[in-house]
């Protein structure tokens, strides 16, 4: 069996991860509000994770208000949560040597037609990546499903970075999801989709699932926008 099939004992772990998330992301949103900053959700994460079974973080935690969205990989810094703000939140815990890997974006407050034409254009993409995550296609062409959708929405270049990747004891391990990238996907793999759009100095979205493919999303959390009072 290829390393990347991952068995059902390890399916269960990264599960478990995944639920630690899940519980960690429902209680940012209960928890947020305006005033506090990017450093504060992510030490919040961070505390909940420990304190609820996680062994640790499986990656720096992303948080990032507002512009700081374009940025992919932004690292978060006291900026203050203000209205009209879209939230990028990426985060994974680690349980019993495995991985999670979640993202998702919400509002703070009411945010303009751009922005929710931005978040629409992700959430669909994400949604037939999802529904394409199956075995037997190719990592190429499931990186394609999300990126042509994208460009047919007129953000194709906006979409800096590949579809997903393999998760494990790694937060990154093969397969990659991504252009060029010819691996087929077999049942029992575990894979990101995560599609995103990045506007240099407006905005960003990102979001992202944990798939067991042939079993499909481990997140019981759904992807529809979550607007929260100002």
């Known amino acids: 069996m290829s390393e990347m099939v991952k068995t059902k004992e390890q399916i ?19 928890w947020v509000k305006g005033g ?14 420990l304190e609820h079974g996680g062994e640790g973080l499986s990656f720096d935690t992303i948080v990032a208000f507002g512009v700081s969205g374009a ?7 006291d900026k203050k949560l203000e209205a009209g703000m879209l939230v990028t939140i990426d985060m994974g815990a680690i349980y019993g040597g495995y991985c999670s890997d979640f993202t998702r974006t919400f509002a703070y407050g009411d945010i303009d037609e751009k922005q929710r034409e931005v978040y629409d254009i992700v959430y669909e993409a994400q949604k037939r990546g999802i529904a394409a995550t199956k075995a037997g296609i190719s990592c190429h062409n499931l990186d394609a499903v999300c990126r ?4 047919e929405k007129g953000y194709g270049d906006k979409f ?47 979001i992202e699932d944990t798939l067991v493919v042939g079993e499909g999303k481990l997140s019981r959390l759904d992807t529809e926008l979550i607007i929260l009072p100002a």
């Not at 940025?71 to 810094?77: A, D, G, K, W």
């Not at 042509?148 to 460009?151: A, G, K, M, R, T």
């Not at 093969?174 to 599609?195: A, N, S």
């Open 160 to 206: 800096i970075h590949t579809t997903g990747h393999g998760v494990g004891t790694l937060i990154h391990e093969e397969p990659r999801v991504g252009k060029g990238t010819q691996t087929l996907l077999e049942d029992g793999m575990v894979v990101t989709i995560e599609p995103g759009i990045y506007i240099a100095g407006e905005m960003g979205v990102r």
């Open 71 to 77: 940025e992919p990989h932004h690292v978060p810094t």
């Open 12 to 30: 269960a772990l990264i599960k478990r991860a995944v639920d630690i998330i899940d519980d960690c992301y429902e209680a940012v949103l209960k």
């Open 36 to 49: 506090v900053s990017e450093l504060d959700v992510a030490n919040f994460i961070e505390k909940f994770v």
């Open 148 to 151: 042509d959708y994208i460009s």
